[in-house]
């Protein structure tokens, strides 16, 4: 074991402050990182504050990390010392379920082992994130960069990217389509890029008018406010696939209003409570309401691929670890420009 300078929470009740934890010896197929970059998701404030319950405690959040390779287990094969490598959602799964087999080990019948506030397989040791200098992880589950991504904008496609990338895939985005994204933070951003990039016309829904000439300069055709009931009225049958990205509870039955006929609404934010919907807004135009949680490593990779092919990354505020309780403080506000980024060179 060694020991890993990083920003922990001891409580749901507490703010983040520096701490130490450790890290396993690089087993044979183990990669050691060295973290450069970890994007903060929101996610990570949800499971913060236990927002979703069984938080574990102390808790060090990150899942969009990028770092280079200090450290090689003898077997590895994939990683090279020195090049950038990534680490999103999860660590490790069981590798032998249907799912996993298949390739979405965020299903994993035994419990994927995720990044942070979860346990290794063994179900004993804990995860601890990317808000620390080095993580340990097995080749299997940590993916490739391609050379000349900016690393900092590049970290969030590990959640941001990989979320909104896996839904627009599974209801075949295309050109001419057209996709309404609700909520312009760090996964609306990343969905307003990736669709606008598959020829799909992007409409932003958001309740901020000072994001208008970014959602354009994103590739967004149209913006709209959603505060304004007149608005959410005129937008009545429009869409064919509507991203909800939003992290606080809002009616879903006035979006469900803005689908087309057979379109599709998809939840990717996840705030705490419970939403009511009444049947006649999915029956009425026989819509469709509809979840979708990150995606697997061969997907994600397939995604941080794409960007690289594309030149997406994210728009980011890199910022010093001492200042996350602050970022975290904008997030809620919807204040994000629009992904924060911790430059884990300021931990010491
Ligand atoms: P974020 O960067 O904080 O963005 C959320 C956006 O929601 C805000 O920027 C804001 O956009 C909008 N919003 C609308 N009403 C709001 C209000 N009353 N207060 C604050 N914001 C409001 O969050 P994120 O990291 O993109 O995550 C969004 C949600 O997705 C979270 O619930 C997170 O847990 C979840 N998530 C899910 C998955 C998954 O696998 N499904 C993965 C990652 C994250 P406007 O200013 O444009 O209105
Ligand atoms: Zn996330
Ligand atoms: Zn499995």
Redesign the pocket.
Known sequence: MSKTPAYAAPSAKSPLGPSTIERREPRASDVLIEILFCG???????QVRDEWGRGIFPMVPGHEIVGRVLQLGEAVTGFKLGELAGVG?FVDSCRACEWCRRGFE?FCEKGAAFTYNGTEMDRTTPTYGGYSRRIVVDERYVLRIAAGLDPAATAPLM??GI?TYSPLRQWECKQGDRVGV?????????AVKLASSMGAEVT?????RR?EAD?RRMGAQSFEI?TDDATLDRLAGRFDLLVD????P?DYNRYLAMLRPYGTMV?????PEPAPVAPASLILGNRRLA?????GIAETQQMLDYCADKGIVSDVEVIRIQEVNGAYER??????R??FVIDLATLE
């Open positions: 903060i998701c929101h996610s990570d404030i949800h959602c965020q959640c941001a979320t609700v909520g312009l933070g760090g996964l609306g951003h990343m932003v829904l958001s309740t901020s994001k959602a959603t990205t939003v992290s606080t809002h939840l990717l934010g996840m705030p979840g979708s949680n990150i995606g997030m809620l506000r919807g204040d994000v629009y992904r």
